[in-house]
């Protein structure tokens, strides 16, 4: 997998595979050592925490843990679906990541 069709932070996901399939979210945090992100409000777990100065209680929190790479795909806002992405060069020689269905242009 080259570069340029990597996941990456704040792209809208969708994961396709696992017990999470068919939920979507933006990409949080990437694990690159793992292969696997944290997809805001995908895979929740439940965490004990104790009292601090905004829990007074302390308790139950939800948070997200790692799913892996290859069971979330990109959402193409064109297509309003998960993709697969593909790679483009801009006039300018800038290598984009795009849609591989569409061809509109993934990166910012
Ligand atoms: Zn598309």
Do not use: Y
Request: proline fraction near 2%.
């Amino acid at each position: 997998m080259s570069t340029h069709t990597r996941i990456k932070k704040e792209d809208q996901v969708k994961v396709v595979a696992g017990k999470e399939k068919g939920k979507t979210g933006r990409v949080l945090r990437v694990i690159a050592k793992k292969n696997s992100l944290l997809v805001e409000k995908v895979n929740l777990v439940k965490r004990h925490t104790r009292p601090s100065s905004q829990h007074r209680q302390g308790g139950i929190i939800e948070k997200e843990s790692p799913i892996h790479i290859s069971n979330v795909m990109v959402i193409c806002t064109k297509c309003n679906t998960a993709v697969k992405m593909g790679s483009k060069t801009l006039e300018d020689g800038v290598k984009v990541r795009c849609c591989k269905k569409c061809g509109e242009v993934i990166d910012l």
